[in-house]
């Protein structure tokens, strides 16, 4: 997903996974930690990515 805060207005590309109540982002890159969305964080989802193609 493409999801943008409406807050700073920057974008991102994540997964949006749902656990129970608990909303994150999760990032491709393991380096980095998911993103929890908490109530009043306010974001929108700008996208949604349905291929990825790669040339070898």
């Known amino acids: 997903m493409i999801v943008k805060n409406d807050d700073?207005?920057?974008a991102t590309f994540k997964q949006l996974k749902k656990y129970g109540e608990t909303t994150v982002l999760h990032p491709l890159n393991?380096?980095?930690p998911d993103?929890?969305?908490k109530k009043?964080?306010?974001?929108?989802v700008v996208?949604?990515?349905v291929e990825?193609?790669?040339k070898y």
Not at 40 to 44: D, L, M, P, S, V
């Open 30 to 32: 393991p380096k980095y």
């Open 8 to 10: 700073s207005g920057e």
């Open 35 to 37: 993103i929890e969305l």
């Open 40 to 44: 009043g964080y306010r974001y929108r």
């Open 47 to 49: 996208g949604k990515v």
């Open 52 to 54: 990825k193609k790669k």
